[in-house]
């Protein structure tokens, strides 16, 4: 069965370029994305990062939203335990007024961030004695269009602009967590597949399907989808040769550092131990790079092992008509704009 496509940016800093340009790069590409036929645009959220500008992906939602006429635009997504559940709503439904029927509101509760950034984005959050991350879906899904139940405090108080339409609510992990309650709250769900390489993908949307509910009246069935690392180019050699700037990369993150993403140049003057070849030798073996149909076919592999029929990809590229040319590269191979 054919998959979905869909693009996730972390808008990334490139060493030797600032964090306005990752912004631009950002939005320069999601308007040809909008061309190219991809299903959905996602923004990132991360904080006090000297690897990713987007620490505020509604905004760039909006600017996106303004400027492109077919593909759906949203955040995978808002770190909600940060925030106030009637602000993020009220954030969403202006957007929703912007370009209705095209908004996707993906929230998670990592920090996005170091503990210290997080005390500094909302210090009562460290002070909470238990997780209100389910309540503030709850509150999020009644803002957002549901409505809030006659008991609850806030009840009487409206998330404006009140709009005919609601933007999509997603939920995002990276464990059982976040699957178990997507299930329970009958959301669609998405597994963060780029950041563990996999590892717990099966579990955790086996265990989204286990607790779906579909009494929940949202959907009628399960909804998965996964974020994936990939990386193409004409030829496989080169695609590999790109991938050396996110493998350096990926070698600093391991080690708790998020520096800008190196070019190719720098990654491969990169003085490297005999222990970090072997690290480097197993990632390349998970990688999922090459030519636009190898990629293809291992995505479309990778989506029916796990059971989702959407797949967003992501795809960090020190040079940005690199990244555009994989991205459009891959819509080709999977004749997205075949029809339209």
């Given at each position: 069965m054919p998959i979905s496509l869909s693009i996730l940016d972390q808008s990334t800093i490139a060493s030797g370029r600032g964090a306005g340009d990752a912004v631009?790069?950002?939005?320069?590409?999601?308007?040809?994305?909008?061309?190219?036929?991809?299903?959905?645009?996602?923004?990132?959220?991360?904080?006090?990062?000297?690897?990713?500008?987007?620490?505020?992906?509604?905004?760039?939602?909006?600017?996106?939203?303004?400027?492109?006429?077919?593909?759906?635009?949203?955040?995978?997504?808002?770190?909600l335990p940060h925030y106030s559940a009637l602000k993020v709503a009220e954030q969403f439904r202006a957007l929703e007024a912007i370009a209705p029927g095209r908004i996707d509101l993906g929230v998670g509760r990592a920090p996005g961030s170091d503990g210290r950034t997080a005390v500094a984005l909302n210090p009562l959050a460290a002070r909470q004695v238990e997780d209100r991350f389910p309540a503030q879906v709850q509150e999020l899904l009644g803002w957002t269009g549901e409505g809030l139940p006659v008991d609850h405090p806030f009840a009487m108080i409206r998330a404006n602009p009140e709009v005919p339409t609601r933007p999509e609510v997603w939920i995002l992990g990276s464990s059982d967590?976040?699957?178990q309650l997507a299930g329970y709250f009958g959301l669609p769900y998405c597994f963060a597949h780029f950041i563990t390489d996999g590892a717990g993908c099966a579990e955790a949307m086996e265990a989204y399907r286990r607790s779906f509910k579909a009494e929940a009246g949202r959907l009628p069935a399960p909804q998965g989808a996964i974020a994936v690392f990939a990386l193409t180019a004409p030829t496989e050699t080169e695609a590999w040769r790109l991938y050396r700037s996110r493998e350096i990369w990926r070698?600093?993150?391991?080690?708790?550092?998020?520096?800008?993403l190196p070019s190719v140049e720098e990654a491969e003057a990169y003085p490297l131990s005999e222990a970090e070849r072997a690290h480097l030798e197993r990632g390349r073996g998970r990688a999922i790079v090459g030519t636009p149909e190898q990629v293809l076919a291992r995505l479309t592999a990778l989506a029916a092992e796990m059971g989702v029929g959407e797949v967003a990809v992501l795809s960090p590229c020190h040079d940005p008509e690199a990244r555009a040319r994989s991205y459009a590269l891959l819509a080709e191979a999977a004749g997205l704009g075949a029809g339209r």
């Open positions: 631009a790069e950002t939005l320069a590409l999601a308007r040809r994305a909008d061309d190219w036929g991809y299903a959905r645009y996602w923004l990132a959220e991360h904080h006090n990062s000297q690897s990713h500008a987007g620490s505020a992906p509604e905004i760039l939602i909006a600017a996106i939203a303004a400027t492109t006429r077919r593909i759906r635009v949203g955040s995978a997504g808002i770190m967590y976040g699957a070698l600093h993150r391991d080690r708790g550092r998020y520096p800008p």
